[in-house]
T-cell receptor
Framework: DQQVKQNSPSLSVQEGRISILNCDYT??????FLWYKKYPAEGPTFLIS?????DKNEDGRFTVFLNKSAKHLSLHIVPSQPGDSAVYFC???????FGSGTQLTVLP | DTAVSQTPKYLVTQMGNDKSIKCEQN?????MYWYKQDSKKFLKIMFS???????INETVPNRFSPKSPDKAHLNLHINSLELGDSAVYFC?????????????FGEGSRLTVL
């Protein structure tokens, strides 16, 4: 039973446009959410996080939105750059449960 | 200077063998973890460990055992390897024992069991 789901295995966007990556969760006890970025042959690296008491957190081109009633969070990247092409994982704490990732490809 | 390093990066072995993957972190973190990324790409936590407590994911077979000689190391031992153990294993560490601490991952160790 996967408590964190990323239903889109892949996403392609044009450079300069917005990328929106989605994540759903089922466990209402999760109180902290994180996004990680992973390049091939590397480990995931932390990108941005959000506490469950907030609905938005922004860091430069990256914004994470949390909708607790829908148990849904999303990561917005704007403008998207080719270097953003990677696999993006969402994760939920305290259980440190990860989704299966979404491969983002930003086309030049 | 690598923060979390794992060795070996690639490991190919036969069923039934016993193998180990080593992990070292030079970040001074208190908590270390092992994750398994299976064929469906999910990252599943196997163990978390600090100098006080080992937390084991109940779904992990007891053929898997973590060994921590000191705070900077958490090695993974696997006995009687099975085909289903083939996966990429990631070691990670975090500053605080609390789960909201950012995880720092190693590059992963790809294990292939033939």
């Amino acid at each position: 039973d996967q408590q964190v789901k990323q239903n889109s295995p892949s996403l392609s966007v044009q450079e300069g446009r917005i990328s929106i990556l989605n994540c759903d969760y089922t466990n209402s006890m999760f109180d902290y959410f994180l996004w990680y970025k992973k390049y091939p042959a590397e480990g995931p690296t932390f990108l941005i996080s959000i506490s469950s008491i907030k609905d938005k957190n922004e860091d430069g081109r990256f914004t994470v939105f949390l909708n607790k009633s829908a148990k849904h969070l999303s990561l917005h990247i704007v403008p998207s750059q080719p270097g953003d092409s990677a696999v993006y994982f969402c994760a939920a704490a305290p259980q440190l449960t990860f989704g299966s990732g979404t491969q983002l490809t930003v086309l030049p | 200077d690598t923060a979390v390093s794992q060795t070996p990066k690639y490991l190919v072995t036969q069923m039934g063998n016993d193998k180990s993957i080593k992990c070292e972190q030079n970040l001074g973190h208190d908590t270390m973890y092992w994750y398994k990324q299976d064929s469906k790409k999910f990252l599943k936590i196997m163990f978390s460990y600090n100098n006080k407590e080992l937390i084991i994911n109940e779904t992990v077979p007891n053929r898997f055992s973590p060994k921590s000689p000191d705070k900077a190391h958490l090695n993974l031992h696997i006995n009687s390897l099975e085909l289903g153990d083939s996966a990429v294993y990631f070691c990670a560490s975090s500053r605080a024992g609390g789960p909201t601490g950012e995880l720092f991952f190693g590059e992963g160790s790809r294990l292939t069991v033939l």
